[in-house]
């Protein structure tokens, strides 16, 4: 999809053929990114535009001023060196002088950076034969229910039948949140107050098995505190998921708050050592000036975000999307 030859992409032609999308899905999806994306965009670009006003010709003190503004909005060290480096070889290759046309390359490697030669997946893996399961791990505190009760809402707007199962049965309140989530978005629910979680589990495929779901999302307890236990917990949970619905969970999602920042990275390591991690949510990406941790986090895991969420509403969560993302980081650029 994209092309790592060093030439002229035409990113900025690109934005534009974003702000004319027609379609009306499309273009929810624009506004919600531009203005999900507004506190990190207003930090980021005036100092970007402070230091392209700065130079007028590309020096090393650019390039270190460059790497703090970089590194201030959460991009993450180990990939702001990388990120400055591949820069820098551009500069040279293609005999850039000044700050200004520096510009369009930036852009044009925040793309490939993230893309890193790969394809990136970002649509769920639906299963052809019986229900689709994805898991949902993370921390207490991320929004982790919130995001099993916004997909619901987007999946059955989609035409899926969906059933939730209250996998966290611990956390004082996890089951009412999810029940709530429930009938806030017309789907059904399986919990059972103070049971072991593969036991509920179990319960909930039965039912989504026997009644024909298309979709079965599983809450789980966030303890990462002493990861043995929640190790042990996932273990059994996903072999009770493998031996009632084979090749199941079809994904395994970690929830991150946005705001978290490098913690969030921290926390996908470790949760990457725990379990089979398919595909990252950050939520609340609205809520920080330093939305640069979806590169971050893409780099130093190799996970794919394929879920953000960009506001307050239940039709807030969006499938992630690295185009309309830069634009949402650079548009006033």
Known sequence: MYNDSGDNMGLFDKFKKIL?????????????????????????????????????KIDESYFE??????????????????????????????????????????????????????????????????PTVLLFVGVNGVGKTTTIGKLAYKLKNEGKKVLLIAGD??????????????NKVGVDVVYKEGADPASVVYDGLVKGKEENYDVILIDTAGRLQNKINLMNELDKINKVIGKFIPNAPHETLLVIDAVSGQNGINQAKSFKEITNITGIVLTKLDGTAKGGIVLAIKEETDIPVKYVGLGETKDDLRVFDIEKYIYGLFKEW
């Open 20 to 56: 004319n999308v027609s379609n009306k899905e499309e273009k929810k999806d624009v506004e919600l990114y531009d203005k999900g994306l507004e506190k990190t965009r207003k930090e980021f670009v005036s100092k970007l535009n402070l230091l392209t006003m700065k130079y007028n």
């Open 169 to 182: 049965t611990f956390r004082a309140g996890a089951i009412e949140q999810i029940v709530e989530w429930s």
């Open 65 to 130: 001023e460059l790497e703090e503004i970089l590194i201030m909005a959460d991009i993450g060290v180990n990939t702001v060196m990388k990120f400055i480096d591949r820069l820098k070889n551009r500069v040279k290759k293609e005999n850039i002088t000044s700050a200004n046309d520096l510009k369009e390359i930036i852009v044009d490697e925040m793309f490939i950076i993230y893309v890193n030669e790969n394809i990136i997946v970002n649509k769920i893996n639906f299963s052809n034969d019986g």
